[in-house]
């Protein structure tokens, strides 16, 4: 006679049918997510922005965690004050890197891939790596050499004993300058591939390194322990990226294929977002030249005012700038100025709803936030009370700096980059102006004052360019 199976325990049964009903929500929510984020364009950009999003908000919430260590070992002092005027140079570079040859390359590279092939993309890669390691190089003996010209004249409010700190600081960070180059182009590739999360997920290294740096050798160290961390975490995160694109099949070694016309095309690009880039960045420096003559305390002040900002920017618009350009560069191929246009009137709507309540949510936690941030350790209850006066008007930037970066990918993917070279120009001019007149009036909070008014004309300008730039494609492409 055949013999029953055993009856299954009861607890057993309820854990069987348990474990279901998970894989069963599991699967349901990723066929969801599968719908939302493939087909059209706007589910494309949608899915890649979330998870750049949602990468980018796990390393800022590491690095505020980092800025809160920062903050208990240094506060406003003037150990801190040296180490941001020293990196501000090189972070400025690496700054205008990042974003200007992610601008440039990814077009004219998609563009060779799709109309060539692998092959010739690959050759594009190779020669722009090289020719931007080259660039980097000088780059860094022209700071070294020259250090002792320029610094003082960011530094001007420094006594001789601080200058001093801040110039060695300088020359031990030279190397963030080279190893960002290599990170920021295999980045780029990464990207171009829609190869987002690693690529966002990468920077997490630098806020980790420096928390370990100051857990393990602020005692012995001093600031010294937060640069080396600030190395180590940039090491870690270009090796992570080789890693990632040599597994790819792509050579991680710089090589020249000599002058294309694809070169041709990155170069030409590449010069007027460096140019337009630099402009930008350069109010940074203008920024913290002004801070530097304010007195102690005021460029600590004004960079952490800044690291809220940064973070919901980095939620925001750098996620938007990384997912939207490949599919922009797409459209422009195609030459699809009603669907530009389209996507332009539908994500400056979803920005606006989303970037205007958030921002004032945000000016009325301020004084909440810096306590819960910063308020401890070295970090008094006065440097509470400037930091939040800088940060408040710093967070009136957000929503006009989020749309700008609808206009700026725009023009890029067009290759129209010389109007972002003509606006840099009269903002850094705007900035410097509105920086000593503010000043006056606010003090320090009086330069992040500026910053958002600056914001706001760009975007007025760079916007109305862009659309009369659209109109006169789709007018040349009806004949």
Same mark, same amino acid.
């Given at each position: 006679?055949? @013999? ?17 009903? @998970? ?17 059209? /364009? ?10 750049? !999003? ?106 001789? $004993? ?12 030279? $190397? ?22 690693? @690529? ?17 050798? +602020? ?8 640069? !080396?961390?600030?190395?180590?975490? @940039? ?6 990226? #080789? ?52 007195? $102690? ?44 246009? +389209? ?26 936030? /810096?306590?819960?941030?910063?308020? +401890? ?40 980059? +010389? ?43 760079? #916007? ?16």
């Amino acid at each position: 006679m055949p @013999v029953d199976a055993p009856t299954p325990p009861e607890g057993e049964k309820e854990g069987t049918a348990f474990s279901d009903s @998970v894989r069963s929500l599991v699967k349901r929510l990723q066929e969801k997510w599968i719908h939302l984020s493939t087909g059209s /364009v706007n589910r494309k950009v949608f899915g890649a922005a979330m998870v750049i !999003g949602t990468m980018t908000l796990g390393i800022k919430v590491i690095s505020l965690l980092k800025e809160s260590f920062v903050a208990a070992a240094f506060g406003t002092g003037s150990d801190y004050d040296a180490f941001i005027v020293a990196l501000l140079v090189p972070a400025t570079i690496v700054g205008i890197l990042s974003g200007s040859l992610n601008a440039a390359l990814i077009p004219t590279y998609i563009e060779i891939r799709e109309q060539e092939n692998s092959e010739a993309a690959q050759r594009l890669y190779t020669t722009i790596l090289m020719w931007n390691t080259i660039l980097l190089v000088a780059l860094i003996l022209v700071m070294a050499f020259t250090a002792r010209l320029w610094l003082p004249i960011i530094a001007s409010g420094f006594d001789p $004993p601080k200058l001093a700190l801040a110039q060695n600081l300088l020359y031990w960070s030279l $190397p963030i300058v080279i190893l960002t180059g290599f990170s920021t182009t295999w980045g780029a590739l990464l990207n171009a591939g829609e190869k987002f999360a690693l @690529v966002a997920i990468a920077p997490a290294f630098q806020p980790l390194a420096i928390i370990l740096g100051l857990g393990l050798f +602020h005692r012995s160290m001093g600031i010294y322990s937060l640069l !080396g961390g600030t190395v180590l975490g @940039v090491l870690l995160e270009t090796m992570l990226l #080789g890693v990632a694109l040599a597994r790819r099949g792509h050579s991680l070694i710089p090589r020249w294929h000599g002058v294309t016309s694809a070169f041709r095309k990155v170069r030409a690009q590449y010069g007027a977002c460096i140019a337009a880039a630099f402009m930008v960045s350069g109010m940074g420096l203008v920024d913290q030249a002004f801070a530097s003559t304010l007195g $102690p305390r005021s460029n600590s002040a004004l960079s952490y005012g800044s690291k809220l900002v940064g973070l919901v920017l980095s939620l925001g618009a750098t996620a938007i700038a990384t997912a939207i350009l490949p599919q922009l560069s797409r459209m422009v191929a195609l030459k699809n100025w009603n669907g530009i246009r +389209h996507f332009l009137r539908f994500y400056a709507s979803v920005i606006l709803a989303v970037t205007v309540p958030a921002t004032l949510i945000l000016i009325g936690m301020s004084t909440f936030l /810096v306590r819960v941030m910063y308020q +401890h350790g070295s970090f008094s209850s006065q440097d509470t009370s400037l930091v939040v006066k800088v940060q408040i008007f710093y967070l009136l930037r957000i929503p006009f700096s989020t749309c700008l970066v609808l206009v700026t990918r725009t023009l890029t993917a067009l290759r129209a980059n +010389h109007f972002l070279l003509v606006m840099s120009f009269g903002s850094f001019t705007l900035n410097a102006v509105l920086d000593y007149l503010f000043i006056q009036k606010f003090g320090i909070a009086g330069i992040t004052l500026s910053t958002s008014a600056c914001s706001v004309v760009i975007l007025l300008c760079l #916007g109305t360019a862009m659309y009369r730039l659209l109109d006169r494609r789709s007018k040349e492409e009806a004949v």
